[in-house]
């Protein structure tokens, strides 16, 4: 992809460019702690990784973090893994969560929208009220700092108050969606052994009920270190034997006590993806998850009292997480529970409207499942309030930017941000300062000394690489669960280049300083020494409107050679005949390159996915290479484990 100054698709006007907050902070930071006064962002972000104890000072006055025991410095020290940061300070992440409630008190600090769309607020009196109970009466359980409390829910409002409980009494939360079988769930929480689990009857969505009473028994029986489950009737069914009720632990009227912890305590784990293997138990600490998503939603979101944050999420993706530390920056938070296409594809622009969303996230997907279904979401909605229109996911193809630029609006800021469950934040993305190109994310994120490295080592500019972070980040894992010598965690991102975060995504960043997404860099595609991203392919052949969807593998064979299969979930009444083949070669020799064009084109049944939808190259490469279904793929971790029978029998016929 050509980088030589495109024009861009949009441009902050200088109104914009002055109100925004990242300005006022830079202004502020130069006279406080010696950031450049002048050369707007690039010059911010070139002095927050040059200096980052006086960035990150900057970053906790500014947002003027509470602690209640100062710390000894910033960076006690700073060798990957195992950063030191603010050693000394104590402080409570959900203190801060629920400060804007002695000024906002009456305000919505959530707004809880299921599949009728109709919001329904919750204020911030009465979520730190629901808090301040359910603490209490967590504590009563006997649950203590580092104990794990889970929570097998929906984006409903008690799963954001059940964090916050966690959270203020200094245990560590963790969660899964319910549409998560028992076996996902088991492989997650028996790693972490939970005191507590917070379980629905059930839940909505696409206009039916589905209830998970049964799972919720499994779980209860798999286990054995619950002392305490709490029935959340979302579906209106009674208190199982040996339960509590939801309503009964947040019915009081208890101030929360929050408990002051270190800054490196565990706040939450999140999982990993989990496709070959248990998933990898990520642990991330109240302080450093507090700091680095201020930054992120304060700075590069923009986002402050008057905003209203909508990001299309479930619980058990790190997004649900990332939205719910919208409260940090005293913003009201859209908490949607349901299909993202019920009762048609153009149901997330219909809950935006009627939130009155400034910044609206979802997913790459949906946008181009939109932009195929001939969606007008201005057109058909008042989108007047939404500033911002976020991404992520996957990379947003060029034709998803057009399209969310001529269908939402020419002033729309559009922000494809990438990062990962690894860090719960981005490594790249919203900037509202900076142009839009199409394409592109706008920079890196202050605070991250992202670059694009060769396989020796050296930075490269406009040119593929791998996705390096040599700067620690305060959100980084403290540690894996249940890897006592540290050797996984390490071995994760540290193993190819030493000291020096190595995330697993090819990118390319830009002599302008924006960056190019290509994929997952250990699915690679390598012809011939060209490499390409598979997302790359499927953004050309999506376009195709017989394609649904489609997967791309590059297999290494035994003899030296290299197969390059494109498996294609066509859209119904679709056919591959002679003339879709050559379509599909012709648009990616045309568009992409010629050594790329694949060797086989393959109906499928379907794509298969991780349970937070992502395509699945990796287990897939080490079916077709012969690896047996059980070893290369965790069978609890994909969405329709059938679609995989296609792949094992693929490789048997081709051995």
């Known amino acids: 992809m050509s980088t030589l100054n495109p024009r861009p698709l949009w441009q902050p006007d200088a109104e914009r460019i002055a109100g925004a907050k990242v300005t006022r902070f830079q202004a502020w930071a130069a006279e406080r702690h010696g950031a450049p006064a002048d050369g707007g962002y690039p010059a911010l972000h070139a002095w927050s990784v040059a200096e980052p104890e006086a960035f990150w000072t900057a970053v906790v006055e500014w947002f003027d973090v509470r602690f209640s025991t100062p710390y000894a410095r910033v960076l006690g020290h700073r060798s990957m893994p195992g950063a030191q940061w603010f050693p000394g300070a104590t402080l409570n992440y959900a203190e801060h969560a629920l400060r804007a409630a002695a ?27 629901q808090v301040g109970s359910l603490a209490a009466a967590l504590r009563r359980l006997g649950v203590r700092p580092g104990d794990r409390v889970s929570g097998y829910l929906p984006n409903v409002p008690q799963a954001a108050v059940a964090l916050l409980a966690t959270a203020a009494v200094g245990a560590v939360w963790t969660s899964c969606a319910p549409d998560f079988g028992a076996r996902s769930v088991l492989d997650r929480f028996q790693q972490v052994e939970p005191v507590v689990l917070f379980a629905v009857d059930g839940y909505r969505y696409g206009g039916k009920e589905h209830d998970r009473r049964e799972t919720v028994a499994e779980l209860r029986r798999e286990l054995p270190t619950l002392r305490a489950v709490v029935h959340i009737p979302l579906l209106g069914t009674d208190t199982p034997e040996g339960a509590l009720d939801w309503a009964s632990l947040t019915d009081g009227d208890e101030e929360p006590v929050f408990e002051q ?21 990520i642990v991330q600490s109240q302080g450093g998850i507090l700091v680095e998503h201020l930054k992120q939603l304060g700075l590069h979101c923009d986002l402050g009292l008057e905003d209203r944050f909508f990001w299309f999420t479930s619980t058990g993706w790190m997004m649900w997480n990332f939205l719910v530390s919208g409260l940090l920056t005293g913003t009201t938070v859209v908490l949607y529970d349901g299909s993202p296409g019920y009762p048609d594809t153009g149901a997330q622009w219909r809950v935006a409207e009627r939130t009155g969303a400034t910044l609206y996230g979802t997913s790459a ?49 559009i922000a494809s941000v ?61 540690r894996f669960w249940n890897d006592p010598d540290g050797s996984r965690y390490h071995d994760s991102y540290f193993d190819t280049y030493p000291g020096v975060w190595r995330h697993g995504d090819w990118i390319t960043v830009t002599a302008r300083g924006s960056v190019i997404i290509h994929g997952r860099s250990d699915s690679t595609l390598n012809r011939q020494g060209v490499r390409m991203g598979s997302a790359d392919i ?29 498996f294609v979930h066509l859209t119904p009444g679709s056919v591959l005949d002679d003339a879709l083949l050559d379509r599909i070669r012709r648009t990616i020799r045309e568009q992409l390159s010629p050594r790329h064009v ?23 490469k080490r079916l077709l290479q012969g690896t047996p279904l059980e070893k290369a793929v965790n069978p609890g971790s994909i969405d329709d484990l059938s679609l995989l029978d296609f792949y094992e029998d693929l490789a048997r016929k081709r051995a």
């Open 365 to 413: 997907a949906y946008v181009m499942a939109c932009r195929k279904a001939g969606v007008h979401p201005a057109r058909d909605h008042d989108l007047s309030r939404v500033r911002c229109v976020a991404t992520t996911g996957s990379p947003l193809p060029p034709d998803g930017f057009r399209w969310l630029h001529d269908e939402v609006g020419a002033d729309t800021w």
């Open 103 to 129: 000024t906002r008190a009456d305000e919505p600090a959530l707004l809880h929208v299921d599949e009728t769309h109709e919001p329904r607020p919750v204020s911030w009196t009465e979520l730190r009220r």
């Open 418 to 478: 990438s990062g990962g469950t690894d860090v719960c934040s981005c490594f790249a993305g919203a900037v509202p300062t900076l142009p839009v190109y199409t394409g592109e994310l706008q920079a890196p994120g202050l605070g991250t000394d992202l670059q694009a490295w060769d396989p020796q080592g050296r930075p490269v500019i406009d040119e593929v690489g791998e996705l390096v972070v040599t700067n620690p980040m305060p959100s980084m894992p403290i």
């Open 538 to 566: 499927y953004e050309v052949v999506e376009r195709l409107p017989e394609i649904k969807e489609s997967l791309v593998i590059g297999v290494e064979q035994a003899d030296g050679g290299y197969w390059m299969p494109l």
């Open 261 to 281: 912890v270190p800054f490196d305590h565990p706040l939450w784990v999140l999982y990993s993806s989990g496709t070959t293997g248990l998933p990898k138990a």
């Open 598 to 620: 694949p060797d086989e084109v393959i109906e499928v049944p379907g794509i298969p996915h991780t349970l937070t939808g992502k395509r699945i190259e990796v287990p897939v």
